[in-house]
Nanobody, 117 residues
Framework: VQLQASGGGLVQAGGSLRLSCVAS????????MGWFRQAPGKQRELVAS???????SYADSVKGRFTISRDNAKNTVYLQMNSLKPEDTAVYYC????????????WGQGTLVTVSS
C-alpha cells in the first residue's frame, strides 16, 4: 500500500485546513485508517482514526476541532482541521491501522502544517 498525503500549508491561528490521503490498493476499505502527526523534536502521535464502518476516535488535544472522514470509493481519508493552534504545527501522515491502532505500512512523505500565531 502506498499513501499520499496532501493539503498542508501555512495558516494563521484560528484558521482551517483539510488534509487528504489517498491509498493505493484495494485493502483500504477493509481497514481502520489513522492520521498521525510529528512536531519537531517530538514523537509521532495518533491524532484521529476511523474504522471501516465510520466510527471515529480522537486525541484529546484535537477533540472538537478535527474531524476525520473517509470515502471508500475513492480510497481516501480526510482530516478537517478547524480552530488551528500553533501547537498543531507538525508534519501530518496517514497510515493503515490494525484494530489496536498500530500502523502497518511504511510512512509516506507526509504533509506539513504550519500554524502561525
Amino acid at each position: 500500500v502506498q499513501l499520499q498525503a496532501s493539503g498542508g500549508g501555512l495558516v494563521q491561528a484560528g484558521g482551517s485546513l483539510r488534509l487528504s490521503c489517498v491509498a493505493s490498493g484495494s485493502i483500504f476499505r477493509l481497514h481502520r485508517m489513522g492520521w498521525f502527526r510529528q512536531a519537531p523534536g517530538k514523537q509521532r502521535e495518533l491524532v484521529a482514526s476511523i474504522y471501516v464502518l465510520g466510527s471515529t476516535s480522537y486525541a484529546d488535544s484535537v477533540k472538537g476541532r478535527f474531524t476525520i472522514s473517509r470515502d471508500n470509493a475513492k480510497n481516501t481519508v480526510y482530516l478537517q482541521m478547524n480552530s488551528l493552534k500553533p501547537e498543531d504545527t507538525a508534519v501530518y501522515y496517514c497510515n493503515v491501522l490494525t484494530g489496536d491502532g498500530v500502523p502497518t505500512t511504511s510512512w509516506g512523505q507526509g504533509t506539513l502544517v504550519t500554524v502561525s500565531s
